[in-house]
């Protein structure tokens, strides 16, 4: 299976910005040796899910409902994604936990609902700050990959992906520090176990928080890094390609 590239625009870009961005990508990212992804907000969807039609680039979306339609204002469906051509859903981002207030009985919905419409759920899964100073990194883990995959059934390895994002080393965390490759490639190898178990597949476990063009390497050298899932960094183009030509 091959590596993934996943850029996390987040609320970054004016629409204007993100398709000047999206073409640059487009034209230019031909034959890296990962799989890339481009993650822009919902609105500009439309408007860079035609550049992206016949490149080398796949689109995906930041996050997804839990159902198909219904009444649910503010709410984007799975269906209507998809019909923009989106392939990869981003679902359970530790800001939507912060900010939205997000459960592990909501985020394990979206994952159902995404799957139902063939999207890729990107399930981002990380450990606070005093999780990990108490040394509970792995049982916050365990428990979170239980009760948002609780459930949930893929037909192949390619079906679904997990992120490891220990919240503590996101940019946007005014404490932000980076993990070492080699810790999070210890991490990444027991969240591969348990969902193993839960699934009954190897799925790929991308890593995401503060990569850069100075760190992308050490981490894509890890045996249980299969990707990287990159905010602050892929907006900026040449630092973006640079990691997708790695
Ligand atoms: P960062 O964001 O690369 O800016 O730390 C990663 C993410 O939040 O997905």
Not at 75 to 87: D, M, T, W
Not at 126 to 142: D, M
Not at 185 to 214: C, H, M, P
Request: glycine letters at 6%; aromatic letters at 6%.
């Amino acid at each position: 299976m091959k590596n993934m590239i996943m850029a996390n625009w987040k609320m970054q870009l004016s629409i204007k910005d993100g398709l000047v961005l999206a073409k640059q990508i487009a034209k230019q990212i031909k034959n890296s040796k990962s799989e890339v992804v481009i993650c822009p907000d919902y609105a500009s969807l439309p408007f860079i899910g035609p550049v992206l039609k016949k490149s080398f680039v796949a689109l995906g979306a930041q996050d997804s409902a839990v159902t198909e339609y219904g009444a649910y204002t503010g709410e984007v469906s799975p269906v209507n994604l998809k019909s923009l051509g989106v392939s990869y859903v981003i679902i359970g981002h530790s800001e939507r936990r912060e900010h939205l207030h997000e459960n592990s009985a909501i985020i394990n919905a979206k994952i159902k609902a995404a799957l139902g419409q063939k999207l890729i759920p990107i399930l981002c899964i990380g450990e606070k700050l005093t999780e990990r100073n108490n040394g509970e990194t792995k049982k916050y883990l365990s428990s979170e990959l239980r009760r948002a995959l609780k459930g949930v059934k893929i037909s192949n390895s390619n079906s679904l992906i997990i992120a490891y994002e220990p919240i503590w080393a996101i940019s946007t965390n005014r404490s932000a520090k980076p993990i070492l490759a080699e810790e999070a490639d210890e991490v990444q190898s027991f969240i591969k176990q348990r969902a193993f178990k839960i699934l009954k597949k190897t799925v790929r476990i991308l890593y995401g928080g503060s990569v850069n063009i100075r760190n992308a390497e050490g981490f894509l050298a890890q045996q249980n890094i299969n990707g990287l899932l990159i905010g602050a960094a892929s907006l900026n183009f040449k630092d973006f390609s640079f990691i997708c030509s790695i």
